[in-house]
């Protein structure tokens, strides 16, 4: 395989103003007119699958990313980016040649970024110029990177995994895309765990994308296939056994109590903070609660998705999470960014609620449950590879190390 000719995005029969349909994102592809005669990637079958279904494109993207990592994983071409000082705009020397074949062989640079024949740069390919640095961005924004040019350490790791474990990493994913549902309906949620993010989706479109605080490593997030079922304003937090009694009774009674927290007994009546009745919460006869309100743990609003693992969507007081790249903080539940113009979504669309009906039910201070009249898929996802909207491959981390337990590696 030529370095020259390899590429993350789609062949020429479909690129141009094409779209790269993914499930997790489900943005749909518009194929160019193609004639009888012409054999698009695309064309070819998926057992079970039809190719032109959103399953199926991303299913075809991926095993064609995952063909070509094969290749390259089997020939002699690829070599890792040697240790050394940053590599900075303007640095040059033989690390900066390593570099520009590296993105080479990953299609992030590309042939008309290095056709400019009247610099010297471009013919000795050891100077850290424009072009290699737009390569640079582009590879790692496809690796949810910070896009500044600066080869660090951080950017030399994801430069340097080797093909062998990318395709691994395609397989894995792969193998999750088959665990799906192969109709996902016209419209439904769906949250893409290593991305942090959550769309909504209709028709094959995106129509909302927002940030999401997933679960730390020890309290991972689980994929799930589920329903939304209702919402609930000013919430009530039943804090699960184990965070009250390892992280919240500890604080004491009087903290608890300043922030809204009472102890509940089994008939749903409120008990002092006893050693008995601390105690009992072990044993699951009492069960620490947080009133609803501006100060609960769960923000002003919560979405239901039924699970057995307790899981559900919610606003959250620490909005400064958002800002990190990396959002993994929570105990498994999903923290939203944009709660409240999710929920005006969803009400104005399923139950016809105007804004001001929401407001008066936010003021109220009183918990208040609104089912949905019409429930909404939900598809709890753990991607950390797949093809956008711009027929580019992104890669996440492994954040909780579910690709080396696959057997993907041995797909044929």
Same mark, same amino acid.
């Given at each position: 395989?030529?370095?020259?000719?390899?590429?993350?995005?789609?062949?020429?029969?479909?690129?141009?103003?094409?779209?790269?349909?993914?499930?997790?994102?489900?943005?749909?592809?518009?194929?160019?007119?193609?004639?009888?005669?012409?054999?698009?990637?695309?064309?070819?079958?998926?057992?079970?699958?039809?190719?032109?279904?959103?399953?199926?494109?991303?299913?075809?993207?991926?095993?064609?990313?995952?063909?070509?990592?094969?290749?390259?994983?089997?020939?002699?071409?690829w070599r890792p980016l040697?240790?050394?000082?940053?590599?900075? !705009?303007?640095? %040059?020397? /033989?690390?900066?040649?390593? +570099? &520009?074949? *590296? #993105?080479?062989?990953?299609?992030?640079?590309?042939?008309?970024?290095?056709?400019?024949?009247?610099?010297?740069?471009?013919?000795?390919?050891?100077?850290?110029?424009?072009?290699?640095?737009?390569?640079?961005?582009?590879?790692?924004?496809?690796?949810?990177?910070?896009?500044?040019?600066?080869?660090?350490?951080?950017?030399?790791?994801?430069?340097?995994?080797?093909?062998?474990?990318?395709?691994?990493?395609?397989?894995?994913?792969?193998?999750?895309w088959e665990r799906l549902?192969?109709?996902?309906?016209?419209?439904?949620?769906?949250?893409?765990?290593?991305?942090?993010?959550?769309?909504?989706?209709?028709?094959?479109?995106?129509?909302?994308?927002?940030?999401?605080?997933?679960?730390?490593?020890?309290?991972?997030?689980?994929?799930?296939?589920?329903?939304?079922?209702?919402?609930?304003?000013? !919430?009530?937090? %039943?804090? /699960?056994?184990?965070?009250? +009694? &390892?992280? *919240? #009774?500890?604080?004491?009674?009087?903290?608890?109590?300043?922030?809204?927290?009472?102890?509940?007994?089994?008939?749903?009546?409120?008990?002092?903070?006893?050693?008995?009745?601390?105690?009992?919460?072990?044993?699951?006869?009492?069960?620490?609660?947080?009133?609803?309100?501006?100060?609960?743990?769960?923000?002003?609003?919560?979405?239901?998705?039924?699970?057995?693992?307790?899981?559900?969507?919610?606003?959250?007081?620490?909005?400064?999470?958002?800002?990190?790249?990396?959002?993994?903080?929570?105990?498994?539940?999903?923290?939203?960014?944009?709660?409240?113009?999710?929920?005006?979504?969803?009400?104005?669309?399923?139950?016809?609620?105007?804004?001001?009906?929401?407001?008066?039910?936010?003021?109220?201070?009183?918990?208040?449950?609104?089912?949905?009249?019409?429930?909404?898929?939900?598809?709890?996802?753990?991607?950390?590879?797949?093809?956008?909207?711009?027929?580019?491959?992104?890669?996440?981390?492994?954040?909780?190390?579910?690709?080396?337990?696959?057997?993907?590696?041995?797909?044929?």
């Amino acid at each position: 395989m030529g370095a020259g000719n390899h590429s993350f995005s789609l062949n020429k029969s479909i690129q141009g103003g094409t779209m790269a349909l993914m499930l997790a994102i489900a943005l749909s592809i518009d194929s160019p007119p193609v004639s009888a005669n012409t054999k698009t990637d695309l064309d070819l079958p998926v057992p079970g699958r039809d190719p032109f279904s959103p399953y199926g494109r991303q299913y075809t993207l991926l095993s064609e990313e995952l063909a070509r990592y094969r290749t390259l994983a089997q020939n002699d071409q690829w070599r890792p980016l040697d240790a050394g000082q940053p590599i900075t !705009p303007g640095s %040059r020397g /033989p690390r900066v040649a390593q +570099l &520009r074949s *590296l #993105l080479m062989l990953y299609g992030d640079f590309r042939p008309s970024d290095f056709s400019n024949k009247n610099t010297k740069e471009a013919h000795t390919g050891d100077v850290y110029d424009k072009p290699l640095q737009e390569a640079v961005r582009r590879f790692q924004r496809r690796h949810g990177l910070k896009g500044d040019a600066l080869v660090d350490e951080r950017t030399r790791n994801r430069l340097n995994t080797n093909p062998n474990k990318l395709v691994r990493i395609l397989s894995a994913n792969i193998e999750r895309w088959e665990r799906l549902p192969k109709d996902l309906g016209p419209r439904y949620i769906v949250v893409n765990v290593p991305e942090f993010n959550l769309r909504l989706i209709e028709d094959e479109r995106e129509q909302f994308r927002m940030k999401v605080v997933v679960g730390k490593p020890k309290h991972k997030t689980p994929q799930l296939t589920t329903r939304m079922t209702r919402l609930e304003f000013n !919430p009530v937090w %039943r804090v /699960p056994p184990n965070i009250a +009694l &390892r992280e *919240l #009774l500890p604080k004491g009674s009087s903290a608890l109590s300043a922030k809204g927290y009472r102890l509940i007994n089994h008939r749903g009546r409120a008990v002092p903070f006893t050693r008995g009745n601390v105690a009992a919460v072990r044993r699951g006869q009492v069960s620490l609660q947080q009133k609803g309100g501006p100060g609960n743990a769960l923000g002003r609003v919560k979405f239901v998705i039924p699970n057995r693992h307790a899981i559900f969507l919610h606003d959250t007081n620490s909005k400064h999470l958002f800002k990190k790249s990396q959002r993994a903080f929570s105990h498994g539940c999903i923290r939203l960014e944009k709660p409240l113009k999710f929920a005006r979504m969803m009400l104005a669309q399923q139950n016809r609620w105007n804004n001001a009906r929401i407001e008066r039910a936010l003021m109220s201070g009183r918990t208040h449950g609104v089912a949905l009249k019409n429930p909404l898929p939900v598809y709890i996802a753990y991607w950390t590879a797949w093809v956008d909207e711009n027929g580019q491959l992104q890669f996440r981390p492994d954040i909780y190390n579910r690709d080396n337990a696959s057997n993907g590696a041995n797909r044929g």
